[in-house]
């Protein structure tokens, strides 16, 4: 199957600091990325879609200022939580669908954020 | 709003069993359906997707049924092993849409 890619697999970082998270699709082309976000023992909430080379759409509650996310290429998106708090402490995923349209995502490793 | 829902938060199975994981969905329009697998501190594992013109596909030791009358989905491990020890999630789309997660349902495989 399709390959994702996300990097980092673990991040700690300081109370309002800005941490950057990377999904890469691996052998083939991304146009849609998307991102969740997911506490222990539960589902994977969607935080936004991105699709390449344009704006991001954000699920309404997701601060787009705070979670800021860019596609700028076919296989490429990055999320960059900004000013980062305790309560962004989280598991991070992102999915990426390839151009052909199929509803079928592939999911990256995910990326466990810590901000102490 | 719509939404993908689970009727068993965790299920237990004896090792070499059988395991039927159900889901219960709520948007008649969704015509494409996912089980993922995600194991502790990993990213979903696509297993199994089925159309809404299907309601039977078969993978290997994996069954999905998909009952469009009353909106039901499930899962089925044949032969269950450590290994499937998981949480499984199902999953629903429409074409070209976003995929909705489903709250998931523990798998618990005792030897």
């Known amino acids: 199957g399709a390959v994702v890619s996300q990097h980092p697999s673990r991040v700690i970082c300081k109370s309002g600091t800005s941490v950057k998270i990377e999904c890469r699709s691996l052998?083939?082309?991304?146009?849609?990325m998307f991102w969740y976000r997911q506490f222990p023992k539960k589902s994977l909430m969607l935080m936004a879609t991105?699709?390449?080379?344009?704006?991001?759409?954000?699920e309404q509650g997701v601060e787009k200022d705070k979670f800021l996310i860019n596609h700028a290429s076919l296989t490429l998106s990055t999320l960059t939580v900004t000013s980062a708090h305790p309560e962004d402490s989280s598991f991070y995923i992102c999915?990426?669908?390839?151009?052909?349209?199929?509803?079928?995502?592939?999911f990256g490793q995910g990326t466990r954020l810590t901000v102490v | 709003g719509e939404s993908v829902g689970l009727h068993l938060p965790t299920l237990s199975v004896q090792e070499g069993d059988n395991s039927i994981i159900n889901c219960a969905y709520s948007?008649?329009?969704?015509?494409?359906f996912i089980w993922y697998k995600q194991e502790s501190g990993k990213g979903p594992q696509f297993i199994i997707d089925?159309?809404?013109?299907?309601d039977k596909r078969q993978g290997q030791r994996v069954t999905v049924l998909l009952n469009k009358t009353v909106k039901h989905l499930s899962l089925q491990i044949a032969a269950t092993q450590p290994g499937d020890s998981a949480v499984y999630f199902c999953?629903?789309?429409?074409?070209?849409?976003?995929?909705?997660f489903g709250a998931g349902t523990i798998l618990r495989v005792k030897s």
């Open positions: 999915s990426a669908r390839d151009g052909g349209g199929r509803a079928e995502a592939f």
């Open positions: 052998d083939f082309q991304a146009t849609t």
């Open positions: 991105s699709n390449e080379g344009s704006k991001a759409t954000y």
């Open positions: 948007n008649s329009a969704s015509d494409y």
């Open positions: 089925i159309r809404s013109n299907m």
């Open positions: 999953a629903e789309a429409s074409y070209g849409n976003k995929l909705v």
